[in-house]
């Protein structure tokens, strides 16, 4: 994976040549170490080009100064700081707890780790089982990177990075805790606390001398408040420890968390100005609405013209995990598409699966990712050009946040927004959206118009496509469709059997799924599923029994696919 920097640093920000490796890397030079209570500024180098969100100051003021060792500087693979960094390296150097206001992509994890590690080298080297560093973030691909970052940093040292994340083997990680140097963990919030609870890791956080909170927001978000607080009751006391948490935004439960975490006399730093346009106030947004059938077929359209661009590179957002993998399989077996890498990362991946797919798309110059909610925020893939979104979102909220993988540190982006007839009331008329620069497409009418070739190009692409594909895939996107939508029956104004028919018609005339044994009925589901959906007794069902689903029979069988989960639907209740 690359840094999780944004684009800014990424392609403005070029990397120093690496100085030869000195051993040992890490050790302790108390005396090189100017005060760092000194208030002189740092040597700033005026660049006519410089990048949104860069500032001025070097990594090597802070080296030159003695703020940083040898070893550490010559680790950090840019030589501007961006704003977030400039701003937090002295008051952390400095021991003090530090509440970070700054936007996703900014910089924010070389703003922690880089004045963490500085400090965790001063001191003499802790015994193996010691964590002196306790990193928690909201999603296990967010953790993955920015341990990874942490192992760049700490390349050649004694000192090493773990990760502690759901999605593997709990008990191969609990060894690997208890026999491998720990001196940063990074982990998810439920993981974690099945850590402390399970795996005796309670007593090893009484050692924390740094405990971080990254992307606070989207943790407080996914409900994690709890067991943050149990957390935070586990690490070493508040006053005998150094606390940083940053986040985008600052609301009334991020100040609640910030004041049972850090101490009253933190401080408090925001790179984000009353004037700063957020991205989805200032990137082009465009909207369609068609009918159901047709959103693959426009879909289709404007893929294959955006395939034309030099370097075109999108995010695909689905309302669920089963529609995001449905979709990938579809426009990866279109002829004309498959120039441009396809990519796909969703909750039915394996968690190794989905770090393939993650440092695919990150590493590739254009590509085309098929993703649900899990890359909506926290993972950071540089140079999106556009962002689609297919279906309405869950709220105005997650829209912005998916918008927001585009235009990121000041680059160019563009997001386009394609509901189905029946959502466009329920979502459009929102005030948190009308006050959205969101426009109707300019060729809107033109990409839905069944008299336009282009239209009837796309169109027979993607009936000839579903014909050939796997009726599993489909069984899978129609149960997840169905389980989502439950949720808006109020907001569209539909009954049960609205939900139902509507489900039908994406099944058989859009996804055009057939039977194996030959009958028109749409895909069959488990009595337990019906009625968790509250839809028992709702006409136009294919209700059949559990042993219906053994082996290969009307469904298809539920095998495992393409490292898919392999359970029937009842045990795959979870849409997204």
Same mark, same amino acid.
């Given at each position: 994976?690359?840094?999780? *920097?944004?684009?800014?640093?990424?392609?403005?920000?070029?990397?120093?040549?690496?100085?030869?490796?000195?051993?040992?890397?890490?050790?302790?030079?108390?005396?090189?170490?100017?005060?760092?209570?000194?208030?002189?500024?740092?040597?700033?180098?005026?660049?006519?080009?410089?990048?949104?969100? @860069?500032?001025?100051?070097?990594?090597?003021?802070?080296?030159?100064?003695?703020?940083?060792?040898?070893?550490?500087?010559?680790?950090?693979?840019?030589?501007?700081?961006?704003?977030?960094?400039?701003?937090?390296?002295?008051?952390?150097?400095?021991?003090?707890?530090?509440?970070?206001?700054?936007?996703?992509?900014?910089?924010?994890?070389?703003?922690?780790?880089?004045?963490?590690?500085?400090?965790?080298?001063?001191?003499?080297?802790?015994?193996?089982?010691?964590?002196?560093?306790? $990193?928690?973030?909201?999603?296990?691909?967010?953790?993955?990177?920015?341990?990874?970052?942490?192992?760049?940093?700490?390349?050649?040292? $004694?000192?090493?990075? *773990?990760?502690?994340?759901?999605?593997?083997?709990?008990?191969?990680?609990?060894?690997?805790?208890?026999?491998?140097?720990? +001196?940063?963990?990074?982990?998810?919030?439920?993981?974690?606390? +099945?850590?402390?609870?399970?795996?005796?890791?309670?007593?090893?956080?009484?050692?924390?001398?740094?405990?971080?909170? +990254?992307?606070?927001?989207?943790?407080?978000?996914?409900?994690?408040?709890?067991?943050?607080?149990?957390?935070?009751?586990?690490?070493?006391?508040?006053?005998?420890?150094?606390?940083?948490?940053?986040?985008?935004?600052? +609301?009334?439960?991020?100040?609640?968390?910030?004041?049972?975490?850090?101490? #009253?006399?933190?401080?408090?730093?925001?790179?984000?100005?009353?004037?700063? !346009?957020?991205?989805?106030?200032?990137?082009?947004?465009?909207?369609?609405?068609?009918?159901?059938?047709?959103?693959?077929?426009?879909?289709?359209?404007?893929?294959?013209?955006?395939?034309?661009?030099?370097?075109?590179?999108?995010?695909?957002?689905?309302?669920?995990?089963?529609?995001?993998?449905?979709?990938?399989?579809?426009? &990866?077996?279109?002829?004309?598409?498959?120039?441009?890498?396809?990519? !796909?990362?969703?909750?039915?991946?394996?968690?190794?699966?989905?770090?393939?797919?993650?440092?695919?798309?990150?590493?590739? @110059?254009?590509?085309?990712?098929?993703?649900? #909610?899990?890359?909506?925020?926290?993972?950071?893939?540089?140079?999106?050009?556009?962002?689609?979104?297919?279906?309405?979102?869950?709220?105005? !909220?997650?829209?912005?946040?998916?918008?927001?993988?585009?235009?990121?540190?000041?680059?160019?982006?563009?997001?386009?927004?394609? @509901?189905?007839?029946?959502?466009?009331?329920?979502?459009?008329?929102?005030?948190?959206?009308?006050?959205?620069?969101?426009?109707?497409?300019? !060729?809107?009418?033109?990409?839905?118009?069944?008299?336009?070739?282009?239209? /009837?190009?796309?169109?027979?692409?993607?009936?000839?496509?579903?014909?050939? /594909?796997?009726?599993?895939?489909?069984?899978?996107?129609?149960?997840?469709?169905?389980?989502?939508?439950?949720?808006?029956?109020?907001?569209?104004?539909?009954?049960?059997?609205?939900?139902?028919?509507?489900?039908?018609?994406?099944?058989?005339?859009?996804?055009?799924?057939?039977?194996?044994?030959?009958?028109?009925?749409?895909?069959?589901?488990?009595?337990?599923?019906?009625? /968790? /959906?509250?839809?028992?007794? $709702?006409?136009?069902?294919?209700?059949?029994?559990? *042993?219906?689903?053994?082996?290969?029979?009307?469904?298809?069988?539920?095998?495992?696919?393409?490292?898919?989960?392999?359970?029937?639907?009842? &045990?795959?209740?979870?849409?997204?």
């Amino acid at each position: 994976m690359s840094a999780p *920097q944004g684009p800014a640093q990424a392609s403005r920000n070029r990397r120093r040549p690496r100085r030869p490796q000195q051993q040992p890397p890490y050790a302790p030079q108390p005396a090189r170490i100017a005060p760092l209570s000194t208030s002189a500024p740092l040597a700033t180098t005026e660049s006519s080009d410089k990048s949104a969100y @860069l500032s001025n100051a070097k990594f090597s003021d802070f080296f030159s100064r003695g703020l940083l060792t040898k070893a550490l500087f010559e680790r950090i693979p840019f030589e501007y700081c961006t704003e977030v960094q400039e701003k937090t390296l002295l008051p952390i150097l400095e021991g003090r707890d530090v509440f970070g206001q700054a936007k996703t992509g900014t910089g924010k994890t070389i703003a922690f780790l880089v004045p963490a590690i500085e400090r965790l080298a001063r001191r003499p080297v802790p015994p193996p089982e010691v964590i002196s560093i306790l $990193v928690i973030a909201p999603t296990r691909e967010l953790c993955l990177q920015i341990e990874k970052e942490a192992k760049m940093l700490f390349e050649g040292s $004694v000192y090493r990075a *773990q990760s502690a994340i759901g999605g593997v083997n709990i008990k191969t990680q609990r060894q690997n805790l208890l026999r491998q140097r720990s +001196d940063v963990l990074i982990a998810t919030p439920g993981r974690l606390v +099945d850590h402390i609870e399970n795996s005796n890791l309670g007593p090893r956080l009484k050692s924390v001398q740094t405990f971080i909170m +990254d992307e606070a927001d989207r943790l407080l978000d996914e409900g994690f408040q709890k067991s943050l607080i149990q957390i935070a009751n586990q690490v070493t006391p508040k006053n005998d420890r150094q606390t940083l948490l940053f986040s985008a935004t600052v +609301d009334k439960k991020i100040r609640e968390i910030a004041h049972v975490v850090l101490k #009253d006399k933190h401080e408090f730093i925001t790179t984000i100005s009353e004037n700063d !346009e957020a991205t989805h106030e200032h990137v082009t947004q465009d909207y369609i609405v068609a009918p159901l059938a047709k959103i693959d077929t426009v879909l289709l359209t404007l893929l294959r013209r955006a395939a034309q661009e030099p370097f075109p590179k999108i995010i695909i957002f689905y309302c669920t995990a089963r529609g995001a993998a449905l979709a990938y399989d579809l426009f &990866k077996a279109i002829p004309d598409l498959q120039h441009i890498p396809m990519f !796909e990362i969703h909750s039915r991946l394996s968690q190794s699966a989905r770090i393939k797919q993650a440092d695919g798309f990150k590493t590739s @110059l254009k590509g085309i990712l098929f993703s649900s #909610d899990v890359t909506a925020r926290g993972m950071d893939f540089p140079s999106i050009t556009a962002v689609y979104q297919i279906g309405i979102p869950s709220s105005p !909220e997650q829209y912005i946040h998916r918008l927001g993988r585009t235009a990121r540190a000041g680059a160019a982006g563009y997001g386009v927004l394609i @509901l189905a007839d029946f959502e466009e009331r329920a979502f459009l008329t929102r005030k948190e959206v009308r006050e959205l620069p969101l426009k109707p497409h300019p !060729e809107a009418q033109q990409l839905t118009d069944e008299t336009n070739p282009e239209f /009837m190009h796309s169109k027979e692409t993607v009936v000839r496509t579903y014909d050939a /594909m796997d009726p599993v895939a489909k069984s899978q996107a129609y149960q997840a469709f169905m389980g989502y939508y439950n949720g808006f029956q109020k907001q569209f104004g539909w009954t049960k059997e609205d939900l139902v028919q509507t489900a039908n018609s994406l099944a058989l005339d859009v996804m055009r799924y057939r039977n194996t044994d030959g009958t028109n009925n749409p895909p069959p589901l488990l009595a337990k599923t019906v009625g /968790m /959906m509250g839809l028992r007794g $709702v006409a136009g069902l294919n209700i059949v029994k559990p *042993q219906r689903f053994d082996g290969a029979q009307a469904s298809g069988g539920y095998t495992a696919q393409n490292g898919r989960g392999s359970a029937p639907p009842a &045990k795959r209740q979870r849409a997204a």
